[in-house]
């Protein structure tokens, strides 16, 4: 800020002028200053001559952001004090710094309700059947639409053909064998005493009086569906976004994130008095692409809800890196319900490389389901609403998915169904090409089912603006936008797209991509017919083009960009989406494109799938060629779960010496309120 009228004022021109940066001087000196006094009254009982402790010697900047009382002595005790959390649309993650690996707790809230989730609705099943005018259902090869089973026959005509070519057998009747096997197929039933893997349920007090106004975690998944009194699951977070549709009120929205958080710090950190909890720090993971609201949000409820004595932020790509130990990496994250991709460069994320898809492993998940009940699987009844039924169909998609073209072929399988109150029910059944075709869904999306993904978006909560101009102020992505632009229809001559008309399903327009915005793997077709041209670049050749940007001319953000995530999915092939991603984070320099392109790491849970790496790589390679012998795919080194690097890298950072200038803590955040994110975030806020 510059007074005009006195130009050479020193008004926030100095350290000591700004909150954040006094408190944490006088912090400091205060340290400098009780450290001196212990060490001279320690050195004070020793008699002359005598050597003093080792310890005495030790500079206490390790507890980074801690209150003085803490009890931290040394590096080995450094990350006994702060917790880090990482929550997701499917699963928390949540340990101390100094455990080797997380607490993983399902994000899931049971509340006492009228009815489950599986009973609204009248019952209908996910996924979602057609049926004839009588209300009976349709033949498994209608029940899904004719725009599915077309979809589904042409990927399995090409999977055919792609393997004939690569000199793999083909029965030319496989896909009868199986369905006619699965036709015939009639459930063994096992008593429950004789089940050596029987499911241990939730008990639930059959007076409804004493029954536990809500339960978390995998006790939630556990509570039978028909219980007495019923209970209702509430995922508050979906797609990465909170959860507007099941909730009428942001107040209890917000409560639930707070509840499960606090329980699993309670049952899994065995930390059960709250009034001890702030003596601890706390390192919470933010998206790549975040949106403000859910920054602050996280502030509050960290600082006030919680009761922690101070917070950090990072982000899930930078922290990936953090955990792998590297430098230079094209980070992508396949989690249940979103994929993020970000390339990552000297310990910060290139914000215009940021893409967010709206798809993950649930999306395979649902997939998988509806391509083997249209083979006539042979428990057709299969609900994914139902607790036992979600459990599962997760179950199976992991024994048996693979992206293995070795492993297509009619293949004998067998599953057991476990309901509460019921006898297990065996299962035999094959399986063909829906274990590969599913999660090829990756790489064709439009398979997956986006058709419920934007409903009640905005409900709740609305964009966060600017408090000066009023406009939208959340962060925003060249990369992202040049995927949201392909994704997106032609706006009709009458008026903007109506929220909730895109259900990404038109995905087939990223090869033949709108006008308005040229495709951003242009710049690298150019490449390879000119060697000396530049990369990255999404502006296309003709000045009548606008390419996407994240500011206007006057350095102001499009609001029309920002109001598009919000009413259009961000859906891509995966492949596409990396690609374009690398070519916005290389910004035309040719070195680091070829960098990020080999050092792409492949983080998440949706990525344990067998041979998924090749795959991806194969991709890549097929579709740009001349950087064949520069992609590769990096699996996270050291053995580390895919699952849990985003975590380690978080408390990796926790415990750095250099993290002191990104704690927040509750003074700060009492006197300045989200104002303090601008002064301690690690990227511009």
């Known amino acids: 800020m510059i007074n005009q009228k006195n130009y050479y004022t020193e008004y926030l021109k100095r350290d000591d002028q700004i909150l954040p940066l006094r408190l944490q001087q006088e912090e400091r000196r205060n340290r400098m200053t009780t450290n001196a006094k212990d060490r001279d009254r320690a050195l004070s009982q020793f008699k002359p001559g005598e050597a003093p402790a080792p310890d005495l010697e030790l500079e206490l900047d390790d507890d980074v952001g801690m209150d003085e009382g803490s009890g931290l002595v040394g590096q080995e005790a450094l990350g006994s004090k702060i917790i880090v959390i990482h929550p997701g649309s499917q699963n928390l993650r949540i340990g101390l710094a100094n455990d080797a690996l997380p607490k993983t707790v399902p994000m899931v809230i049971a509340r006492k309700w009228t009815n489950n989730e599986s009973e609204e609705d009248q019952g209908e099943p996910r996924p979602k059947r057609l049926k004839l005018d009588d209300g009976t259902a349709m033949e498994p090869e209608k029940m899904f639409g004719d725009e599915f089973a077309s979809q589904y026959a042409t990927m399995s005509t090409e999977l055919k053909i792609h393997m004939r070519a690569h000199k793999r057998r083909v029965l030319p009747n496989s896909k009868e064998l199986i369905v006619n096997y699965n036709r015939r197929t009639e459930p063994e039933t096992i008593s429950e005493h004789n089940d050596p893997s029987r499911i241990d349920w939730t008990e639930i007090p059959s007076d409804p009086q004493k029954a536990p106004a809500y339960i978390t975690g995998k006790d939630a998944l556990r509570i039978p569906d028909f219980s007495v009194p019923r209970y209702k699951l509430f995922w508050p977070l979906r797609q990465g976004w909170y959860n507007e549709h099941d909730y009428d009120q942001k107040r209890v929205l917000y409560d639930d994130v707070a509840v499960i958080i606090e329980e699993a710090i309670k049952t899994q950190l ?58 230079s990496t094209c980070v992508v994250d396949i989690g249940a319900q979103k994929t993020s991709i970000c390339c990552v460069e000297e310990g910060m994320c290139i914000e215009n490389s940021r893409i967010n898809l709206k798809y993950g492993g649930a999306d395979v998940t649902e997939t998988f389901v509806k391509m083997m009940l249209f083979d006539h699987f042979p428990y057709s009844e299969i609900n994914l609403n139902r607790r036992y039924d979600f459990l599962l169909a997760e179950e199976i998609k992991i024994r048996f998915c693979t992206l293995n073209e070795a492993d297509v072929s009619p293949q004998p399988a067998d599953f057991h169904i476990r309901a509460p109150g019921q006898n297990t029910r065996k299962y035999l059944f094959k399986t063909y090409d829906e274990i590969l075709l599913a999660p090829y869904g990756y790489f064709q999306p439009s398979i997956f089912d986006h058709s419920l993904k934007l409903r009640s978006r905005r409900k709740l909560i609305g964009r966060s603006r600017d408090l000066y101009d009023d406009s939208p102020n959340d962060p925003l992505s060249t990369a992202h936008s040049a995927i949201i632009a392909m994704t997106a229809p032609p706006p009709p001559a009458n008026g903007p797209v109506a929220n909730g008309q895109v259900d990404g399903s038109n995905t087939a327009a990223v090869s033949t991509p709108l006008r308005q915005v040229p495709n951003p793997l242009q710049k690298f077709s150019e490449q390879e017919r000119n060697s000396h041209s530049n990369i990255g670049s999404p502006a296309p050749d003709d000045d009548d083009t606008v390419a996407p940007q994240a500011e206007g001319e006057n350095g102001v953000k499009n609001e029309g960009d920002v109001s598009l995530r919000d009413d259009v999915l961000a859906i891509a092939p995966l492949d596409v989406a990396i690609l374009t991603s690398i070519i916005h984070g290389a910004r035309n320099d040719d070195r680091k494109a070829r960098d990020f392109l080999g050092g792409i790491m492949v983080i998440g849970g949706g990525s344990q799938i ?31 779960d895919p699952q849990s690097v985003v975590w380690k890298g978080a408390s990796v950072f926790g415990k750095l010496r250099g993290t002191n200038d990104s704690w927040i803590s509750k003074l700060e955040h009492d006197r300045l309120g989200a104002r303090v994110l601008a002064y301690k975030l690690m990227w511009a806020w």
């Open 270 to 327: 065995n930390i059960p008095r709250k009034k001890d909890w702030p003596q601890y720090g706390c390192v919470f993971v933010v998206p790549d692409l975040y949106e403000r609201h859910y920054v602050t949000q996280a502030l509050d409820m960290v600082l006030r809800d919680l009761g922690f004595g101070s917070v950090c932020f990072i982000q899930e790509s930078l922290a990936a890196s953090f955990g792998a130990g590297y430098t």
């Open 610 to 640: 067998p041979n998924f790496h090749n795959y991806l790589e194969g991709k890549l390679k097929t579709t740009r060629p001349i950087f064949a012998k520069d992609i590769m795919i990096a699996p996270p080194p050291r053995e580390l």
